[in-house]
């Protein structure tokens, strides 16, 4: 039982390049979430999946896409990273209307 | 006001100490509580709910109090493993978890 796991771990990228961070749980959780965590920020919520097949907006919405694939993996797309960007993003996920969430290690992602 | 706010410290306190931290949040409306615990450069993971009547868990207590609106989390015998980042979690909805907010933490070191 991996829980809550994220690929990948580090990344950089150039400011225009895209690319998806991958989510996937493996507790039979409904919901996910994608947040970002910054420096004097603290968590902010991106996007999140209450159940297969429904995604919605969070507080930082705005430069990111997300999918979830099915029960298990929620990803999030950057289709052209900025330096704004540059963040450590969590994948979380609960099960049913519990409120404990269980987060994934984190991406480290840099933007230069 | 800040939805969410805690002394960011650090608290630096001896092997063996009490400590106490407070987080005030703004919403009289708030439904529930917790205190999550984040590792250096780990995810934040739950160290306990925050219940009307307080509630203990070995080392642990947690108390809320609505009248001021905020909630604390008290440490006694502190072991060097204490130290982490302790982040207040405030859920102004009941039985919707999408829009927790987030405190930005309060940092423990405890010294040998």
């Known amino acids: 039982n991996a829980g809550v796991t994220q690929t990948p771990k580090f990344q950089v990228l150039k400011t225009g390049q895209s690319m998806t961070l991958q989510c996937a749980q493996d507790?039979?959780?409904?919901?996910m979430y994608w947040y970002r965590q910054d420096p004097g920020m603290g968590l902010r919520l991106i996007y999140y999946s209450a159940s297969e097949g429904t995604t919605d907006k969070g507080e930082v919405p705005n430069g990111y896409n997300v999918s979830r694939l099915n029960k298990r993996e929620f990803s999030l797309r950057l289709e052209s990273a900025a330096p704004s960007q540059t963040s450590v993003y969590f994948c979380?996920?609960?099960?049913?209307?519990?409120?404990?969430?269980?987060f994934g290690p984190g991406t480290r992602l840099l933007v230069l | 006001r800040k939805e969410v706010e805690q002394d960011p410290g650090p608290f630096n306190v001896p092997e063996g100490a009490t400590v106490a931290f407070n987080c005030t949040y703004s919403n009289s409306a708030s439904q529930s509580f917790f205190w999550y615990r984040q590792d250096c450069r780990k995810e934040p993971k739950l160290l306990m709910s925050?219940?009307?009547?307080?509630n203990e868990d070995g080392r642990f207590t947690a108390q809320l109090n609505r009248a001021s609106q905020y909630i604390s989390l008290l440490i006694r015998d502190s072991k060097l493993s204490d130290s982490a980042t302790y982040l207040c979690?405030?859920?102004?909805?009941?039985?919707?978890?999408?829009?927790?907010?987030w405190g930005l933490g309060t940092s423990l070191a405890v010294n040998p």
């Open positions: 507790m039979n959780h409904n919901s």
């Open positions: 979690v405030v859920n102004p909805n009941a039985g919707n978890n999408r829009k927790l907010i």
């Open positions: 925050v219940y009307s009547s307080g």
């Open positions: 979380a996920s609960v099960r049913g209307t519990q409120e404990t969430q269980y």
